[in-house]
Nanobody, 124 residues
Framework: QVHLVESGGGLVQAGGSLRLSCAAS????????MGWFRQAPGKDREFVAT????????YYADSVKGRITISRDNAKNTVYLQMDSLKPEDTAVYYC?????????????????WGQGTQVTVSS
């Protein structure tokens, strides 16, 4: 069982930046592909970014490409989401997720463990 805890959310003006962190309890964190998803009020959860176990490969949703960067530090059991040039439409609860088997994925159904989420609000 992997316990994931997100942090770093908050209120920011449009054009600003935030860095989200997701700390994992599992010492074998490096075995997991990781992903970030988000859910805005009244909308379905959507894919944001994913990274493979070693941090050498990543994939992004078109809506965030060029503005958001996913990275990981396996020594710290932590995955990060650096968000720059934020827009009001980025407002959502952001969730990190861990996938025990297989490579990175943009399908939420393929992830095994989820954090509780952290709120990001971007004001215009």
């Amino acid at each position: 069982q992997v316990h994931l805890v997100e942090s770093g959310g908050g209120l920011v003006q449009a054009g600003g930046s935030l860095r989200l962190s997701c700390a994992a309890s599992e010492s074998t964190f490096s075995n997991y592909a990781m992903g970030w998803f988000r859910q805005a009020p009244g909308k379905d959860r959507e894919f944001v970014a994913t990274i493979n176990w070693s941090g050498t490969r990543s994939y992004y949703a078109d809506s965030v490409k060029g503005r958001i960067t996913i990275s990981r530090d396996n020594a710290k059991n932590t995955v990060y989401l650096q968000m720059d040039s934020l827009k009001p439409e980025d407002t959502a609860v952001y969730y990190c997720a861990a996938r025990a088997w297989g490579g990175y994925s943009y399908y939420s159904s393929e992830y095994d463990y989820w954090g509780q989420g952290t709120q990001v609000t971007v004001s215009s």
